[in-house]
């Protein structure tokens, strides 16, 4: 909390925490087992997950996908999965899959029923314009996979 | 045909090719674009897949998981896919995920269906006391998909 605050009063725009944001930053402070964030802000650490159009275009796509990318994508799909969770009941997991030349696949599933099925490419330039389009596309994934799981609800609880 | 034939006089065992052997065949066969494999007998490609317990205590589990193992867990799963979809029509897709603790998933899905869920452990050490060993198992999970597929069709279709 206080560290929101700060925030809050370091930058001239407040920081609108979504239940989706809550949810990407609930993962990473959450796998923080050495402490690496605690005196960071949310917004700091939500950040990085901005990556704009001109800035896509400077990331290389050659080599491997950086490690730091690669847990942000996990925060991202597992912050969708745990958004499941909330409304469902459902106990998921996150499968992510990148190969060195950026594509891959993100999956998640409950039981049977694959609840997200995402195809990844260029993954090195993995971001959102905004905070904003990064919570309404994770908002859109959850809705989806919401849907689904209303729909099928026998599949996921196998 | 060919290679088949050489493979029964050049060996005192007569090699019973099921469904599940020939559609891993396949699945190696089909992806050798190099003609690497062209001369080699079924036999001959079947046998890395074979791991006695003894020769399973022997393969390091330190450190990344070897290529050739990788593709043939790869082989094996897509093996799968293909029996199912000969048998059901519906298209597949597998993705495997192996860290570098030889620790993972392996999932074969169609639609929103997960035919397949599979968690890998020591992958390093992936492989069957025997060719029956390796086709029974197979065939297990290609039996449990084709279930699924049948009691929820239109969760695999969409």
Do not use: C
């Not at 964030?37 to 990556?51: G, H, Q």
């Not at 796509?61 to 459902?90: C, H, K, M």
């Amino acid at each position: 909390m206080s560290a929101n605050n700060l925030n809050g009063n370091a930058s001239n725009t407040e920081l609108t925490l979504t239940p989706f944001l809550k949810a990407i930053l609930m993962q990473i402070r959450g796998q923080d087992t050495y402490g690496f964030y605690r005196s960071w802000s949310d917004e700091l650490i939500l950040k990085p997950f901005i990556v704009t159009k001109q800035k896509k275009r400077e990331i290389s796509v050659e080599g491997e996908v950086d490690p730091a990318t690669l847990s942000r994508i996990n925060a991202y799909f597992r912050a969708i999965a745990a958004r499941i969770e909330q409304e469902t009941g459902l106990i998921s997991n996150v499968v992510v899959n990148v190969n060195h030349e950026g594509f891959g696949w993100a999956l998640v599933f409950s039981g049977r029923l694959l609840l997200v099925v995402k195809t990844l490419r260029d993954a090195h330039r993995f971001g959102f314009e905004s905070l904003e389009k990064l919570s309404a596309e994770g908002e859109t994934l959850v809705e989806k996979g919401l849907d689904l799981a209303k729909r099928f609800p026998e599949v996921g609880k196998i």
